[in-house]
């Protein structure tokens, strides 16, 4: 982007800081607030700026103790506080984590919003904050499987159902079953956990509530009746006690011999608060004690360690594992040699 570009771009933010009267602001406030948005103005500059600025637009200036101060005269109808470099990046990584969380009638009318955020920071080469979304990135810890693809107008008749407590009708293909059944859901909400995103629902003249994924949803319509109220539903609570996905369910003590690259992994990354690692005798290994959520996430990570890990408690994990291993174990005596 050439410099007459950015120079622009930075009046044009400038002129969004201005107030207008009877508030006012100082040439170092001014140059505070460029800086802070990423631009790299020292105050003479921002004076000239003023002085230019004042030939084409209402801006008036006064000096208050010894101090210049600038603001816009009374009822300017000039509005450039739409975009600015914090509020273009932020949408601009902001996008992808909210496809899946906000109502498509939202989206839909974001969009804009985001296109320009987007184009905005492209033309900003001498923007220091204009280049900080193509430099970070935030990366899950191991694998993490791919999104369960959701249509677009399944997304979208969801969303507007739960927005507008609307009722559901919707084709499910029910988890193993393989047939589609046609049920009428009453939304609660949205909660999307890992690569899925489930619909809390009640079905047709049931009470119950029960959790519909997304991506199995073949088809769905907004019906105009009025969905049933879920009077006391709370997601947050709902979460805690029908996903088991809050630390504060019932909670083991892990005792584990470690690989040393698991002990470094732990020491950085804590399996929790009450953890203790200590180097076993003659050997490069450690011994892990740890004060655990009983739940299936850990179990699983504390499994996917494999030769990484030998498990001692609780009990009731290892003879889990034991059973695994045994199973692995047949298949691999019967399968070896295909």
Do not use: C
């Amino acid at each position: 982007m050439s410099v007459s570009k950015d120079t622009l771009l930075r009046q044009l933010t400038l002129l969004a800081l201005i107030p207008e009267l009877p508030r006012y602001t100082s040439t170092a406030v001014l140059q505070e607030k460029l800086q802070e948005r990423g631009f790299s103005v020292n105050l003479r500059s921002v004076q000239r700026d003023l002085v230019r600025l004042s030939l084409v637009f209402p801006l008036v200036s006064s000096d208050v103790a010894g101090r210049k101060h600038w603001s816009f005269t009374e009822g300017a109808s000039l509005d450039l506080r739409d975009m600015e470099p914090p509020t273009a990046l932020a949408l601009s990584l902001a996008e992808d984590h909210l496809k899946n969380l906000l109502p498509q009638s939202v989206l839909d009318l974001m969009a804009p919003q985001f296109r320009k955020a987007k184009a905005y920071l492209d033309g900003m080469a001498e923007n220091q904050l204009s280049s900080w979304s193509r430099k970070v990135r935030a990366i899950p810890n191991g694998k993490t499987l791919l999104p369960a693809q959701i249509s677009a107008e399944v997304w979208a008749a969801a969303s507007d159902a739960l927005l507008e407590h609307k009722q559901l009708q919707v084709q499910y293909l029910a988890r193993g079953k393989g047939r589609v059944n046609q049920f009428v859901l009453h939304p609660a909400g949205i909660v999307s956990r890992h690569a899925v995103s489930y619909l809390i629902a009640s079905v047709n003249e049931y009470e119950d509530l029960r959790q519909f994924a997304l991506h199995r949803i073949q088809s769905a319509e907004v019906l105009p009746e009025a969905a049933k109220p879920h009077k006391r539903f709370n997601v947050d609570s709902y979460i805690r006690e029908e996903l088991n996905t809050d630390s504060t369910i019932e909670q083991v003590q892990l005792v584990a011999d470690i690989a040393p690259n698991i002990a470094w992994l732990l020491r950085e990354t804590p399996l929790s608060e009450q953890q203790s690692i200590a180097p076993l005798p003659d050997s490069d290994w450690f011994r892990l004690e740890a004060s655990v959520p009983n739940d299936s996430e850990t179990q699983w990570w504390v499994f996917s360690l494999g030769e990484n890990l030998h498990l001692h408690e609780p009990l009731s994990w290892r003879e889990v594992l034991e059973q695994r291993y045994r199973k692995a174990l047949k298949f691999y005596a019967q399968h070896g040699q295909e």
